[in-house]
């Protein structure tokens, strides 16, 4: 984490940092001391981070239960210093409603959520579609848009691989 943090200090692009913490199956995937780095020197160089909603409620100690709370967190979690923050709601119920803020202003992206258990790699694939987007020069929020038809349509489109969670469907087209 001190390296990665090292070097993001000379980057002049938009970081992105989805910071995975926590397994599908809610096993820890980080250290506490990496955690803790990853807070103090990644976060503050951040312009967006993508924390789904157990990351978010382990990143801030709250509950997340709503988009209220989603709202709350992300605010918590802008105050550490990222730009924008895009709370995953993925693991939530109902439609799948991400929330991002981007500093000034509120917006949703709601996609129905598709009975599938093939989702391994969801979130990963939002937020490197999230960079693509914006390294085409795209503006946040047309850039979390474009990503999160994308990956509704990768896990719409996912190939069935594999008897558990298998992976979305990597080569999926954002509809047009």
């Known amino acids: ?8 200090e000379q980057f002049d692009f938009p970081l992105v940092v ?7 199956h809610g096993l820890p995937l980080m250290a506490e001391e990496a955690k803790s780095a990853m807070l103090e020197r990644l976060f503050p160089r951040a312009f967006l ?3 789904n909603i157990p990351e978010t ?22 105050g550490i210093g990222a730009r924008a923050v895009l709370v995953k709601g993925g693991h939530g119920s109902g439609d799948a409603v991400d929330v991002l ?5 509120w917006r949703e992206f ?7 258990q093939h989702t391994h790699g969801t979130g990963c694939v939002y937020s490197a579609a999230i960079t693509a987007e914006l390294a085409h ?19 719409r489109s996912n ?7 298998g992976p979305v469907n990597h080569h999926a087209r954002r509809p047009s």
């Open 1 to 8: 984490m001190d390296a990665v943090s090292a070097a993001a």
């Open 18 to 24: 989805d910071p995975v913490m926590i397994s599908k």
């Open 49 to 51: 981070l993508t924390p």
């Open 57 to 78: 409620a382990a990143l801030t100690g709250m509950e997340i239960r709503s988009v209220g709370h989603m709202r709350c967190a992300a605010r918590k979690l802008a």
């Open 101 to 105: 803020w981007d500093g000034t202003a």
């Open 110 to 116: 709601r996609a129905p959520r598709i009975d599938t």
């Open 137 to 155: 020069g795209a503006a946040l929020q047309t850039a979390v848009e474009r990503a999160k038809e994308f990956v509704t349509e990768a896990i």
């Open 159 to 165: 190939p069935g691989l594999g008897h558990g969670c």
